[in-house]
């Protein structure tokens, strides 16, 4: 890192030298001043708008999990792809339905899937624990369990020093050097207090906030980014912005990527408040707008199944079967007939229903360990736009 990149009389931070002979950044406590300008105020309030918007419309849904989780797995995919996994929504969902060598799955999938059980985890924990260093470390601990980056002390903060830079940088060479531990230790201390405090800062600035901070922080060995990603999903829905979990951003930082490492950078380097916020709140525009249109397609989409067979005087257990289907669009029969409690011929009974509608198709062409898809579901979940 190079102390001259840094503005010393606008970045929101100290550069530091280390005995070791390299530098390092140390971001000033939460809040900085906040430039308001027309065009900042402009942004927060059609991202304010629309965030109610899809809060209105999360607290009308008949059975908001149907469609909470598929946005879940959305987000699971789209944060690990900045990290540089390659797995796709429909390898996470043949993955977690089936997990046998008749698949072959990207190595990476179990990292997604690891983002979905961390997130499903801090969801649950919040009606315990409020966002908190305990629960950033709770949500490391489940991100990096048996897979690539397990040896970076999963659950703990780092009792070293780490970088960011390209692939094969040095300490020397990194574009970023976080703070050193014992000032990290104080910094994440300042930023827990932050993000309870009480005050007059419009919550989804706030929110923008604690993001970069965390992100300059950096406070594991690995991880750091999808943990700070979490961390906006839970904070949407722990500080009351959203009746549901319905608002992950990933998808758009995920396509402008550059954009999004840049102005973090930015605000470290010079102070870029201005730049940085417009970008966020953008982005919390940009996918509450998409929210909202996804949720409303698989609602219809629902209603359209659940019609269809109600008019063929269908039983209760069929529709369950199709609401399930939200929850799970790759399966077998042996997980359905284990969902309903049901023997395996009856839940074939229904799998049979659903094929000859054309709802769902099966996709290995075998005989048996046959695996069935619902292509309209997916297609909802996992188009880019």
Known sequence: ????????????????????????????????????????????????????ELSGLA?????????????????AVLSSRIEGTQASISDLYAFEAVQLTLFEFPEDVKEVQNY??????????????????????????RLLQGVRGEQWTPGEFRRSQNWIGAPGSTIQTATYVPPPVDEMNQALGELEKFIHQRDNIPPLIRLALVHYQFEAIHPFLDGNGRIGRLL???????????SQPVLYLSAYFEANRQAYYDHLLAVSQKGAWHDWLI??????????????????????LRDKYREQFQQARSTARLLQVIDWLFTQPIFNI????????VSYSVAQRYVLQLEKAGIIQEVTGQARNRV??????????????
Do not use: C
Not at 28 to 41: A, K, R, S, Y
Not at 59 to 75: G, Y
Not at 232 to 242: E, K, P
């Open 1 to 52: 890192m190079h102390p001259e990149d840094f503005q010393r009389n606008h970045a929101p931070g100290r550069i530091l030298h280390h005995p070791n002979g390299y530098w390092t950044f140390t971001p000033h406590p939460l809040p900085p001043d906040i430039g308001w300008t027309v065009e900042l105020v402009t942004a927060l309030s059609k991202a304010d708008r629309t965030v109610g």
């Open 116 to 141: 979905v059980l961390a997130l499903q985890y801090g969801l649950e924990r919040l009606s315990s624990l409020p966002v908190s260093l305990r629960l950033m470390r709770e949500l490391h601990a």
């Open 334 to 341: 042996s997980q359905l007939s284990e969902m309903l409690s």
């Open 372 to 385: 069935y898809r619902a292509d309209e579901i997916l297609s909802v979940v996992a188009r880019e736009k």
């Open 279 to 300: 970008y966020f709140l953008l982005a919390v525009q940009t996918q509450a707008n998409d929210s909202i249109e996804r949720i409303q397609r698989l609602q219809s």
């Open 232 to 242: 906006n999903s839970l904070l949407l829905h722990d500080w009351g912005l959203l």
């Open 59 to 75: 607290t009308m849904l008949p059975n908001p999990n149907l469609l909470i989780q598929p946005l879940i797995r959305r987000e």
